[in-house]
């Protein structure tokens, strides 16, 4: 588990909140390529049928470089039962959702793998294969991303099915990562690019506004939200200025559809903040307000100076227009 769910997880049991736990089924190979390639997985459980295959160039790239298991996706020791477990936690999630209002997996949320790479700390697309699952009993699905990074992988997998619609709020700048997002590609694959900087009241109204529209379009039976929360103030890797009350305000709205709910997790940089806004928004979902001092966890410390469940915004400026010119900016 890395630090931020651990984290996260911590704190939702230290503030004693009412959930269900459904324990995560490890997905088997068979489960990962539903979606994932062969040779892909295949780089993973081993490299040799990769080279066998002659899928690559050997002079001019490596083959883990061909397939993203580099850099910030270097292979790592464990990486076969991480790959499991994160496909597996969003597969069982998916399967139990008929019997539940909502299901959070803190874990989940891996929007940028595709189906032959590894890309932005994703190795496996569980958002895809949870997707892929829902598809066996649900004709239409939403699913909304607020990730601070274009949920690229998502979009790709879906990007020629009617029956999934995807809708990515993101930051859309020269040299950000991905890269991809500027445009809307058709009504079921929306787009809406941001600045850096926007604060909570904009980016609720932008995001009401948006939902509100591709719901009445959408008009799906299940929404799954990527809640990555990148976007929060001072995250080392982001770019908003959102507070923890912003996400659980975003949240609030989709919950208010009545509409059965996935919420994963996914990007968030400052593990603390994180597991703040994370245990907040999981607070938003079963209906109780939490107590603005943190409670005594072994990471206690780590909440130094004011050991509270906020997220103060920044100072940081604001890039964006108008909400009515980023409106109108997504529908032209
Ligand atoms: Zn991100």
Redesign the pocket.
Known sequence: MTRKSRLTHDLIAAYKLPIEIIEAQKATITELMEYHSVEYIGAIYSTKELESEGIYDPVEKTPLEYLGLVDDCAKFTDIKEHILYIAGSSITAARAIQDHDVIINWQGGR??AKKSKAA?FCYVNDVVLCIMQLQEDYQRILYIDI???HGDGVEEAFSCSKSVTTCSF?ICEPGY?PGSGKNSLNEYTINVPLKPGIQGEKFLAVFTRVVEKVMATANPQVIVLQC?V??LARDP??GWNLTEVDYCNCVDYILRSNMPTIILG???YNPVNVAKCWTSVTAKCVGVDLPRDIPEIDDWPLFAPDYSINVSKSNQKDYNESVDSILCSISN
């Open positions: 929007h940028h932005g990730d601070i990074h993101h990562f990555g990148d976007g890797l982001g996914g990007g968030g």
